[in-house]
């Protein structure tokens, strides 16, 4: 006669399990987060290939971050002429747009048969006008180098003007060292920016995570989740990863410290030429 287990092996079998599970599950949960950082770099590698494709076809010129509108709807972020739309039918995958590293978002408001995003930082949501609300096209995770790869620079050490002279490929120095694209946190917001300032990159003046948003901390903010490494396209086409290095620093919190005196302060300590290459900003003294 089989005999049946005692109360005791019971309990040690199941602490057994447990132990086993305790060790288990992080290395699972490791493994898993590393699997999403190798997908994101992958669509970062296709993004890349897909706007050097789309270069290809308008004369080797860099696809703009977004125009100004459509004739159907005024309000510029209801229209799809980002580049993301510009380069959507290139790779035709609306996925590869985001970091798998963070769930895909999902529209928060609809405007007539139409969802978007509604952007708490600018707009009541969901009760607001909808002057801030975002067709996808706009809110893409992995964002574009507008002043660093899509446009030229205003040649000082200021907010280039988005409507700069377009930048042809064959302009920029080192195509292997500028950053194209990158993974970006807008403030607390389930969803991001789809281009991101170099200028304001290169030297992230806010280290603090709290229900506030700043461009200069858009980029700087994505490395919660990358674990002080992180990755990007380059405007060769090749994906890798880079770390603080091609940061100038940061600033501890100020109250009096606002954006404008950062950057200043900024500008006189942005003296390393490999981090200029690398945002492709054009400075002042440089």
Same mark, same amino acid.
């Given at each position: 006669m089989r005999r049946a287990f005692t109360l005791i092996e019971l309990l040690v079998v199941i602490a057994i399990i447990a132990i086993l599970?305790?060790?288990?599950?992080?290395?699972?949960?490791?493994? =898993? %987060?590393?699997?999403k950082k190798t997908s994101a770099l992958?669509?970062? =590698?296709?993004?890349?290939? @897909?706007v050097l494709t789309y270069a290809i076809d308008v004369d080797d010129m860099a696809v703009p971050h977004y125009g100004t509108g459509t004739p159907t709807d005024p309000n510029q972020?209801?229209? %799809?002429d980002t580049w993301v739309g510009r380069v959507f039918p290139y790779v035709k995958s609306r996925a590869i747009f985001f970091d798998p590293t963070v769930p895909e978002p999902k529209e928060d408001a609809r405007i007539g048969t139409t969802a978007y995003y509604c952007d708490k930082y600018y707009d009541t949501c969901p009760t607001g006008g909808g002057a801030y609300y975002y067709a996808w096209q706009w809110v893409t995770n992995l964002s574009l180098n507008s002043d @660093?790869?899509?446009?030229? @620079?205003?040649?000082?050490? %200021?907010?280039?003007? +988005?409507?700069?002279?377009m930048k042809s490929l064959t302009a920029i120095e080192s195509v292997a060292d500028r950053i194209m694209l990158q993974p970006t946190q807008y403030g607390t917001l389930p969803f991001s920016w789809m281009y991101f300032r170099g200028y304001e990159s290169a030297w992230p003046y806010i280290d603090q995570y709290t229900d506030t948003f700043s461009w200069y901390a858009?980029?700087?903010?994505? +490395? =919660?989740r990358w674990e002080g490494k992180f990755s990007g396209a380059f405007a060769d086409g090749h994906a890798g990863k880079y770390g603080r290095e091609k940061f100038v620093g940061y600033s501890a919190i100020n109250p009096a410290l606002t954006e404008a005196s950062s950057t200043a302060q900024y500008c006189q300590k942005l003296v390393d030429k490999d981090i200029v290459k690398f945002w492709g900003a054009s400075w002042a003294g440089n």
């Open positions: 599970a305790a060790i288990l599950f992080p290395v699972f949960a490791q493994a =898993k %987060t590393a699997a992958s669509n970062m =590698k296709q993004n890349a290939l @897909g972020y209801h229209n %799809t @660093g790869f899509a446009y030229n @620079g205003s040649g000082s050490c %200021t907010a280039p003007s +988005r409507y700069n002279s858009l980029s700087w903010d994505a +490395r =919660k």
